[in-house]
């Protein structure tokens, strides 16, 4: 449960174009499919309704009664689908949309600092990133571009990767060595699929995304806490974060065990 102020409710209705009943762009069909597809969410069912049933009022009451770490996923995704739509929902002028960034960013924050401290240890062992969700994982990264901690979040984005990769290969008994980089891990997953004979088109794509997990290995050893005078900077650690999550989330999509 999230206790959001009326203060962040009305700048939420603000950013997200709530204000008369709507949210954003959707319509109910595409509003349904966004929050299942995005959070596996059915925002219809009776629990959202108890204010009403416009998108806006289910919306408010998702907030209300859901998870902390539900809750600031749905806001990373509104943000990101917001994003999409281009100046049609954006503010006028950059400093106001920069400022409204700021405010989502915020709120993010906020509520994902419980999360975070529940995360505590799960963040520290290879085993237990296993079960940390991808959201989770963004939750508290997030929390690290807040503070600026560079370090941290690339231990952590590096730690949940090679955990993830090593998990896919157990599943299939493909045999590595612990001592086998991240990118050599995914090239041994590349392979499992190349020699099925199927998804030639991911295999294609996660293929060019080796060269960015060995970057990921090169910083992760040498500009995180093992070399602090060399720590990377925020648009750079900003790309990996990105481009690396959006590769985890290739990988899940695709492979039913990603979260067993």
Known sequence: MVNFSKTDIKNLDRIFAMREGYVLDFSNKTFAEFMDDELQVDIYADQYSAVGTSKAKRLREFWRIESAELCASSLLKLWSYRETLGGEFAAKDAVTEARNK???DALIAKISDGVIADLGSTFTTHTSQKQVSITELVAAIERD?????????MDRLHTYSDAKLGHLLDCQN???????PLNGKLGLYCKHLESNGNLAQSVALLKRTVPLFEQLNEVRNNHSFAHPA???DHSSARYLFDMTT????HLKAIDRNFDA
């Open 174 to 180: 493909i045999q590595y060595n612990r001592s086998t």
């Open 230 to 232: 060399q720590v990377l």
């Open 145 to 153: 571009f807040k503070v600026g901690d560079f370090p941290a979040l």
């Open 102 to 104: 700021s405010e989502i």
């Open 246 to 249: 959006a590769t985890l989330r």
